[in-house]
């Protein structure tokens, strides 16, 4: 780790502390050379592969952008939309994977969003699903209103 004041190229850890969510380390450094110290801040680095075959890294950013466009007009403030971009993520590490489809970040999309907003749920699912008829959302209201109607207790 080059020093930010000297640019030497050693320096020495002091501390480290985890962050509060565990996804990240801060580490406390002091160059060998000039004696300053400063912090910084690692983090795992994870992978989105793409399906032309490119791999970039993952962008929570990306995530409530995409969503934010679905949710257009619809009652959901940023606050929401931050939640709901940190619960992915969350969702996505917690599978320990490096390397992740982007058709399973859109996966993971689905269920929170759901939550959230059922009409931004349908928006954003017609685009990532690829609804071609009205038929396609006739299915998916279906599922949705199965999945809201109260289970029946039984004899």
């Known amino acids: 780790m080059h020093c930010p004041f000297c640019r030497h190229p050693d320096s020495r850890v002091i501390d480290s502390r985890a962050s509060d969510d565990g996804t990240a380390i801060r ?6 050379a000039c004696g300053r110290r400063f912090s910084t801040q690692e983090t795992v680095l994870m992978m989105v592969a793409k399906r032309s ?15 934010r466009r679905a949710c257009q ?14 619960r992915v993520e969350a969702d996505l590490r917690s599978r320990g994977s490096a390397e992740i489809p982007a ?4 996966l993971a999309i689905l269920g929170p969003l759901r939550e959230l907003d059922e009409v931004a749920y349908l928006m954003f699912a017609s685009v990532y699903r690829g609804f071609e008829s009205l038929a396609d959302f006739e299915n998916e209201i279906q599922v949705l209103r199965a999945g809201r109607e109260p289970q029946d207790a039984g004899p």
């Open 27 to 32: 580490r406390r450094r002091q160059c060998q």
């Open 53 to 67: 075959g490119v791999t970039e890294p993952f962008s929570r950013d990306k995530i409530i952008a995409g969503v």
């Open 73 to 86: 007009g619809r009652p959901v403030g940023e606050d929401d939309l931050a939640m709901l971009g940190q």
């Open 103 to 106: 058709h399973d970040i859109g």
